[in-house]
Structure formats: C-alpha cells, structure tokens
C-alpha cells in the first residue's frame, strides 16, 4: 500500500455501504459506552466515522472486524487523551501544604 492510498479521502460505493454497515454496528456499542464518556454524541460518531475510514484504508472490508477495530482504536485515543492526575507522595504533600501555610 502506498502512501498515497492511505492519504485518499475518497471511497468507491462497495468501500461505502462497508463503512455504513460497519459504523451501525460499531454504533450500537460506542453510543452508550462508559470508557467514552468524555465525548459527546456527535464527536463519538465523528471519532467513529475517522477510525473507521482510516482502518478501511489498510485493507480491511469485514465490516464486523472493522467494527471491533474502531471501538479499540476509539477506547485507546480515550485512554490516552485522559491521564488520571498523578499524586503526589505524603510527604511532598504535606511539604507543599507547610510551605502554602508559611506564605500566607
């Protein structure tokens, strides 16, 4: 596959109705998933829609192994767009709690 293919934005009505039978059954899932809660309705169906095309790209037509590929692709990009806020430890905690103390 050249670089070109993968740049196309533009796909053949076979490559469409693929798209379209497997963004219904992503749908189906990433709608009401948990780990995306983060995102809003139509930026989950954009997020989709990008995943989907992007996996299209790399040859793969079985819209239910697309399907599955868009929800882990969307899951990962969840995941690391969200990093849980790293703690501090104890005694650095209380170090940062003294020192705001004595300036005020």
């Known amino acids: 596959m050249t670089s070109l ?5 533009v796909f053949d009505s076979a490559e469409t109705r693929i798209l379209s039978t497997a963004f219904t059954k992503a749908w189906a899932y990433v709608e009401f998933d948990p780990a995306l809660g983060d995102l809003d309705a139509p930026e989950r169906q954009s997020e989709l829609a990008r995943a989907l095309m992007a996996i299209l790209k790399f040859g793969d037509t079985d819209p239910t192994s697309l399907a599955n590929s868009s929800i882990a692709l969307l899951r990962m990009s969840q995941r690391s767009r969200v990093r849980p806020q790293r703690r501090l430890p104890l005694q650095a905690q209380r170090r940062r709690l003294h020192d705001n103390a004595a300036t005020a």
Do not use: A, P
């Open 5 to 9: 293919e993968l740049e196309r934005d």
